[in-house]
């Protein structure tokens, strides 16, 4: 198995996470799930990858907040004793009118989107240095990645996740140095979010030049290969069905 006891951190195992988690529990990781309040969904995914016949974890931080991911990298050395995988996916997608994005809104979809993936990373590069070759997988969007905002509402959403492909080349060049890769995935239509509707799903897919979601899998396969790689390092894979070219 490509990742036989390599250890795996997922931050905001949600959805798409769930799968990712399994992916990498398939290929021989243990893997380390935070979550900051869906708890019993952290949980099961825990229990699926430990049916699998790998080590896992669940621990509670909000990883926009320094102090509880420097918590969180203390919590995954004591229970799985190193860490060579970090898989940034915490995220939150909310659409406001320019004129109702206060210093709150603004500060949050920053903290959330972008802060957060520097903070985490930040805080376990000590394990990762000490198990170097290492990986780390930040989740930006098919939009700012393209160089294209497209969708109005949309401001400080679209600014965190192009910061998020800044930071990922940044840490790629601090980091070469060490042996950790930093790579980035940039997802267009994978799952259709619960406020979508049939038609409005359809749209989505016809828009897309391969003609439908993507999935969940697309992302855990493209997880795998950035997790995996020694020489692919400050890159942005799109995930998106072809979007961009359209």
Not at 88 to 101: F, G, H, K, Q, W
Not at 119 to 140: C, E, G, K, Q
Request: aromatic content about 4%.
């Amino acid at each position: 198995m490509p990742l036989e006891n390599r250890i795996a951190l997922i931050t905001g195992g949600r959805r798409i996470g769930q799968v990712v988690a399994e992916e990498l529990a398939r290929a021989g990781a243990d893997v380390a799930l935070s979550y900051r309040s869906s708890r019993a969904e952290a949980e099961e995914t825990v229990t699926r990858v430990r049916a699998l016949g790998r080590r896992a974890i669940v621990l509670q931080a909000d990883v926009s907040r320094p102090a509880d991911c420097a918590t969180l990298a203390q919590g995954i050395e004591q229970q799985l004793g190193g860490l060579d995988i970090v898989v940034n996916m915490a995220s939150t997608y909310v659409s406001r009118p320019l004129e109702e994005i206060d210093e709150h809104a603004w500060r949050a979809d920053i903290d959330n989107n972008l802060s957060s993936a520097f903070h985490v990373t930040h805080a376990v590069l000590p394990l990762l240095r000490r198990r170097s070759p290492a990986h780390v997988v930040n989740f930006t969007d098919w939009l700012p990645a393209s160089g294209r905002p497209r969708y109005t509402g949309f401001v400080a959403y679209y600014v965190a996740k192009a910061g998020v492909k800044a930071l990922t080349e940044a840490l790629a060049l601090e980091l070469a140095k060490d042996r950790i890769l930093v790579n980035a995935i940039a997802p267009g239509p994978i799952v259709p979010p619960p406020e979508l509707d049939a038609e409005q799903a359809k749209a989505v897919a016809e828009a897309t030049p391969l003609g439908r979601w993507g999935g969940e899998l697309e992302i855990a396969r493209a997880v795998m290969l950035l997790v995996t790689t020694q020489f692919i390092t400050g890159e942005t894979l799109r995930v998106d069905g072809g979007r961009h070219v359209r």
